[in-house]
């Protein structure tokens, strides 16, 4: 049971745009690798000062803030990224490379002790939320409540609760705690910060903690998950790695090609606008697909296989130009720490049972990661 070769399950149109309905409303999709860059990097004409429209589908219900930095635009865009900036780029410290090294290499121990281990909540989910600890500087306690949050903060949690107040709760509750008693977390810096000449906000504060917790979760979740199914249907792939552990870096990034956490991602047009032969109104939207960026053809030889020498890879996993996803480092160290951990550890990877993640909408269904994984890890 090994991932998709190709997650797309309707064919691509050939120009390189595809409209699909989201809640009612028709947006274009750019496919093509170059289009899809060249869009990113046109924030005038495709904008992301559009809250809650970001995403595709939209979440006006499920938050009540803007998410900062990512639904803005120069130069607000710049000076907001700024002020979260240090606590993204602390996966590249030592001291945090060392915390995620030891936390993979236990977690790993533990799963080898198991008879079996359902990988997407009991090891993905765990993992993220612990290395996340990491990253903001706060106890790693902290991540038994994230955890309990569920894949999607914003769907899973108690039956009737409004999506998203669990993290709204406890945003709160964080920066009142930092604001009385300061440290040196990612809360208390957002007490602390002077945004041109003024405090931040609590909406403020509540947009760049709403983007910490909801923005980089699910993707991590399910690129570990895949990685690990991968590895079950491929063992031919572990014993590469484990030949050359130089060989994980190109191998990671093949592994973001190919998963892409992110399917697409929208941008608003503030006047009309020719995408690609389609009209668009102002304020409609346009879709920048990541992932089937990654799979075009003109740029990626054999698209559709995973290749683990691929190089050179310029994917769009993480997005591209201004907006360039600020949890990249941490991604690729979670990744790259999993992949090496598993060629010292791990002798085999059983996939027991697994029922995937599929994405359906009215113009394709892709599957993104799973549901369920099963899996059986034996030692070296």
Sequence with gaps: MNPSPDPFREPRRKDGILKCEFQGEEVPMILR???????????????SDAPFRVPIPSEEDMRSVRQLPIETDPPEHTEYREIVEPFFQRAKDPGVMTQVEALIDAMLVEALE????????????????????????????????????????????????????????YLHAQFDRAEANPSGDFFSALTRTVF??????????????????????????????SVLAYLGGHPEALDYLRQDPSRIVHAGEEFFRVISPITHIGRVCPVATDVQG????PSGRVSLGWSSSNRDETVFKAPQEMRLDRKPNPHVAFGFGIHLC?????????????????????????ILDARERVETETAYQRVMGYETLTMRLTPR
């Design 196 to 225: 041109r000449g003024r405090p931040l906000t609590r909406e403020e504060m509540m947009g760049f903690g709403n983007l910490a917790f909801a923005g980089g979760r699910h993707t991590i979740i399910h690129t570990v998950s």
């Design 114 to 169: 198991r008879e079996s281990i359902e990988i997407v909540r009991e090891f993905a989910l765990p993992l993220q939320s612990r290395a996340l600890t990491y990253l903001l500087n706060v106890p790693e306690s902290e991540a038994e409540t994230w955890i309990r949050w569920g894949i999607n903060v914003f769907i899973d949690g108690d039956p009737g609760q409004k999506p998203g107040s669990a993290l709204n709760d």
């Design 33 to 47: 690798h170059e289009a899809v860059r060249r869009a990113a990097k046109d924030w005038q004409t495709f904008s």
């Design 278 to 281: 389609m009209a668009v109104k």
């Design 326 to 350: 600020p949890g990249a480092p941490h991604a690729r160290l979670i990744l790259r720490t999993l992949l090496r951990k598993c060629c010292e550890r791990v002798g085999t990877l059983t």
